[in-house]
């Protein structure tokens, strides 16, 4: 098997451990991670030969941006402080403690050497905690902190990890060089997301066709982390502003077709991005097996007391980090997602998985500096591959379990209050538009009544218990009887599909023709029935 086909392998596995998963109640990303380790450990599996420098531009960029389309500015505006305290704060003290217990069990590592293993391996993926948490009913308040954590905590850990490797060459670390350093690459990464998004965004007005417009979005991560790198900015950052700034201005309400296919796109890469990259993450079970050949005993000691500090430092900060959030919180009128209750503290807690950014920022690691090899190298790799192994696998497996035990659900009568709001809103949004129209334009009686009706039966379709139990029966019967004709419809518009397909092989038949016929039945099929 050569890297080609092993690619696609995790390609295949990525589509088909999303219904295994479904079926098992496990997450696919953990899934994914164990068919990979089970791939490394078969003979005629070739090594991954993925340059490490490319790995983080190639993998989070689509992941990061296609997780910015299910969130809003607001919401993160909303909850700076939680996130500022998990993003930030809590990567820092991640770092400082592992750096140190890092030095007490692994004799002769360098302090640098032990904050570059402190800054990968504090950061939560935020690929493993939306795509694991994310499908688990959980309270949407804990699932936008997720989001938020595991989108700017990357940020602190890679510029932590890029002032820690300065430090191995230069031989000094400095705490106030990584602060400023950091406050440096949030500025530049901020200004670089902000001139692209309004970039593309005038670019995407231009082009006016979707397919256009949803090939620009592809690139547009992509080209988001890289300049962003190139002026020694965040990526990360940069790819969550462009993302941020282009979910909030570049939206045509009356887009619907490239609405409904960009989201369909990016459900695509989400998936398949995500399960190659956990797939990777197992399969470089070949690296641990090669750093820990004939020192078992000592690296599994090391990675197992690593992976209990990393895992009790988030559980220490949480408790008071939430209560804190929580009085903050009631002191001051604020709309911010924050832990309502010790139960929803612990998930969160538990949330925690290392991922993508650990193990590509370990595999990044230089092999040498200055004719040197890289001190402690080897132990760095195994005990970040075992972090990350031991809480996707662990944690991930264990999640659904432990938010089924501590019943930890989504609050969905604020869900279905909300719906009803908006559909409150959808009624009368439409009939004041109808009322606009009636004002400057003749229409019979009947055609009045029967466009207020069917404004009324779009709100009612969104939220049926919004209407009395009268109007709600005649809406069922209405509902029922249109159901009926659809069926009907598309069974028609079917029969027309299969004769249109069955021209074109027929002698003389031009495809452009047929396939422009076959988009027109196509486009009446999406259309409800009048």
Known sequence: MDQLALMFVLLLGAVIMVPVGDR??????????????????????PNVEIPPEYILPVV???????????????????????????????????TAVVAAVAQAVVPGMPLAAAVVLGALVAPPDPVAATAVAGKLGLPRRLVSILEGEGLFNDVTAIV???????????????????????????AVAMVVGLLL?????????????????????????FIAYVLAEEFHGSGVLAVLTTGLFLAEYAVDADDVLGRLAGYTFWEVIDTLVTGVAFGLIGLELHSILGAASGRWGELLGAGAAVTGVVVAVRLVW?????????????????????????????????????????VALALAIPYGIDGSAFPARDEILFIAFSVVLATLLVQG??????????RVRADTDAVDALERELAIRVIK????????????????????????????DVGARIAPDIVDEERRELFEKRISRLKKVQ?????MLSAARHEVLAARSEPGADPEVVDRVLRHLDMRSLRPVP
């Not at 989070?60 to 919401?75: D, E, F, G, K, N």
């Not at 497996?397 to 501590?406: A, F, M, N, S």
């Open 487 to 491: 069926r009907i419809q598309n069974e």
């Open 60 to 94: 989070l960029p689509p992941l990061l941006y296609a997780a910015v389309q299910r969130t809003s500015w607001r919401q993160f505006a909303a909850n700076v402080r939680p996130i500022f305290l998990l993003a930030v704060a809590l990567v820092f003290a991640t």
């Open 429 to 456: 949004a439409s009939k004041r538009r109808l009322k606009e129209i009636m004002e400057v334009e003749e229409l019979p009686e009947e055609v009045r009544d029967q466009l207020a009706r069917r404004a009324y």
């Open 397 to 406: 497996l264990t999640l659904p379990w432990l938010v089924r035990k501590l």
């Open 318 to 358: 949480l408790l008071p980090a939430a209560w804190l959030a929580k009085r903050m919180h009631k002191r001051r009128d604020y709309d911010e997602d924050i832990p309502m209750s010790w139960r929803e503290t612990l998930i969160m807690w538990w949330s925690g998985m290392r991922g993508v950014a650990s």
């Open 24 to 45: 098992l109640g496990l997450p696919s990303p953990v899934l994914m991670t164990l068919a990979g380790g089970v791939l490394a450990l078969v003979p005629f599996v």
């Open 197 to 221: 998004g309004w970039v593309a965004n005038k670019v995407m007005g231009l082009l006016g066709d979707p397919t256009l417009q949803i090939g620009l979005t592809l690139m547009v991560p």
């Open 160 to 186: 932590l990890y890029h002032v820690a490797l300065a430090a191995m060459v230069s031989g000094t670390f400095s705490v106030p060089v990584a602060l400023g350093s950091l406050v440096l690459s949030a």
